[in-house]
């Protein structure tokens, strides 16, 4: 079974610094998508960025990028020029090639300090 | 364009009682997922429906089930409620496989 760990239960970053958060996940599929979800305290989940495994190239949504290392199964997201509105939780997820479940970590709640 | 909407927003239940939470898709979005929130095991799969037939299932116990109607729109249902089916329900939907999905704003159910 597919699983999603998020070593870092709780990040801060000042206002306009960066701040990378981390994820690793198993897996013995080769097809498979990541996302980074948001969820503010409204709780409404909010994609941030989705990577695709075939793809090289690493995924970036404005400020937010990420750094995919599908050898080692890694999935980290930079936040740069955090903004006091980029507190929240953010979740990573993985989700296998021809199926719509997700399998999400336990999340990484962000303070953005002025 | 609207967003995935849920209804109700806030539930309180007595426990042994059962309750329906409302799921309605953007429109064109074929696919409804379920999830279910909380503090101790996180977010967990549900179950997903595509064109009215239920696609796949999480862990859960019978308790916990789900229909979808020729509008897209979505039900699911938990029957005989125990404290621990307190929680934060999500609705997700999406146009189909390997699209992205869309989040609603959740339904919390409080059982008591």
């Known amino acids: 079974a597919q699983t999603v760990t998020q070593s870092q239960p709780e990040m801060s970053v000042q206002e306009a610094e960066t701040v990378t958060l981390s994820c690793t996940y198993d897996?013995?599929?080769?097809?498979?998508?990541l996302f980074w979800y948001k969820q503010p305290p409204s709780r409404q989940m909010i994609l941030v960025i989705r990577q695709e495994a075939y793809k090289q190239q690493n995924a970036t949504e404005n400020r937010f990028s990420v750094n995919f290392q599908k050898a080692a199964k890694s999935f980290s997201l930079k936040i740069s020029d955090s903004q006091l509105g980029d507190a929240a939780m953010y979740f990573c997820?993985?989700?296998?090639?021809?199926?719509?479940?997700?399998?999400f970590g336990a999340g990484t709640r962000l303070t953005v300090k002025p | 364009k609207a967003g995935v909407t849920q209804t109700p927003r806030y539930l309180i239940k007595t426990r042994g009682q059962q309750v329906t939470l409302s799921c309605s898709p953007i429109s064109g979005h074929r696919s409804v997922s379920w999830y279910q929130q909380t503090p101790g095991q996180g977010l967990q799969f549900l179950f997903e429906y595509f064109s009215e037939t239920q696609r796949n299932k999480g862990n859960f116990p019978g308790r916990f089930s789900g229909r979808q109607f020729s509008n897209s729109r979505s039900e699911m249902n938990v029957s005989t409620l125990e404290l621990g089916d307190s929680a934060l329900y999500l609705c997700?939907?999406?146009?189909?496989?390997?699209?992205?999905?869309?989040f609603g704003q959740g339904t919390r159910l409080t059982v008591v």
């Open positions: 997700a939907s999406s146009v189909g496989r390997n699209t992205e999905a869309f």
């Open positions: 997820a993985y989700r296998s090639a021809g199926d719509n479940d997700m399998r």
């Open positions: 897996t013995s599929e080769s097809d498979y998508y």
